[in-house]
């Protein structure tokens, strides 16, 4: 039976997934909401169903889980910096959890939520009437994509600020379904769709992250924006490397998907750099022009192996 204007709140993981096998086609889960229910204002998003996670205890807290640390889904982003385990061996998620939006936000927003965040675009983030007179596109079921004029593709952009930390030091997902649980690497679930930039099946719950323990990280971070003080990435740069010259470079902002360069301390450097700009198909669909952020691309991983000294 397909829910109408329902809202579910479960405490079990199970009882939350047996909810969504309900309402198929018709449900979202629902988080800290402050991106999903700005979606829902805009038009966006109207699924009639929303099952409420957040009573959820399972997908909370942050421990150590043989060679992982292991943080809930839920665990919300401006309490990330009190929790010991992560300033030791993480820092760099920190400070991509502190870049995000505003303090209002981070007190609500959860990682889980994050990195799982709608992409976006100057041509779809906009009311449902600026979108009528602009000629509805791709990504709300118009034929044409607005911002290339004409394309049959979707570069909306990944805009996740913690999902770039979180690759470059190499986080795994968990992830709950009906009847199995699975763990893989995060950046696998990013398609480079921008009309589906998720692969993930409609009822599975992200319970958990998990970052590699004693790897050493030494990273760097930078974040393209407008205002200090609150504004989504026009480029999110992390870069890691580990105590085994292992390098690790994601960035955010500048494609559908996460953008993901690997490789050692020991490589080229014009051609890591050349890789990332290759991977970032970064479109006319920001505040700022595609030139702009793709020349950024290359002075903030300069900026990063400076300072690392690599
Ligand atoms: C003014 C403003 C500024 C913002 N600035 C930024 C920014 O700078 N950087 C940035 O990255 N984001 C930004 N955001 C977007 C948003 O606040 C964050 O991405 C936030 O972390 C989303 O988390 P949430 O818990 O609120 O997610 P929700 O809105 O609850 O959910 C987001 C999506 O994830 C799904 N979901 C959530 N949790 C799970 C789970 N455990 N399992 C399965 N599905 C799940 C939901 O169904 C939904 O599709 C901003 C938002 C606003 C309103
Ligand atoms: S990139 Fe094109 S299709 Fe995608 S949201 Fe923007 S205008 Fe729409």
């Known amino acids: 039976m397909i829910a109408e204007k329902t809202y579910l709140i479960p405490t079990t993981i199970n009882e939350a997934i047996e909810l969504a096998k309900a309402n198929l086609g018709a449900f979202k889960y629902l988080a800290g909401g402050t991106d999903i229910m700005v979606n829902r204002f805009q038009g966006n998003e109207d699924t009639p169903c929303l099952i409420d996670i957040t009573k959820i205890n399972e997908l909370k807290g942050v421990s150590k889980e043989g060679d992982y640390l292991r943080i809930g889904a839920l665990e919300i982003l401006e309490e990330l910096k009190f929790k010991k385990e992560i300033v030791e061996e993480f820092p760099l998620l920190i400070e991509a959890a502190l870049s995000v939006g505003a303090p209002l936000i981070r007190k609500t927003a959860t990682i889980g939520g994050n990195v799982l965040c709608e992409n976006r675009c100057l041509f779809y983030n906009q009311s449902e009437w600026w979108r009528e007179s602009a000629g509805f596109c791709l990504k709300c079921e118009g034929d044409v994509c607005i911002a290339t004029k004409g394309k049959k593709v979707c570069y909306s952009e990944l805009v996740s600020d ?58 760097d971070f930078y974040k393209l924006r407008e205002r200090e003080s609150l504004e989504f990435t026009s480029l999110t740069c992390a870069v890691a490397v580990d105590k085994n010259g292992k390098l690790k470079i994601a960035l955010s902002g500048v494609d559908p998907k996460a953008v993901v360069v690997e490789g050692t301390v020991n490589d080229n450097k014009t051609g890591v750099i050349k890789k990332a700009l290759k991977g970032a198909r970064a479109i006319e669909n920001d505040m700022y022009s595609r030139k702009y952020r793709r020349e950024m691309i290359s002075v903030y991983i300069n900026r990063s192996f400076e300072k690392l000294k690599i």
């Not at 030091?169 to 009847?179: C, G, K, S, Y």
């Not at 679930?189 to 590699?212: K, Q």
């Open 162 to 219: 913690t999902a770039p930390a979180l690759i470059a030091m190499d986080a795994v997902i968990e992830l709950t379904d009906i009847e199995k649980t699975s763990r893989v690497k995060l950046e696998s679930i990013y398609t480079g769709d921008g009309v589906t930039p998720r692969n993930l099946s409609e009822t599975a719950i992200l319970t958990a992250i998990l970052l590699p323990l004693n790897r050493e990280f030494k990273t």
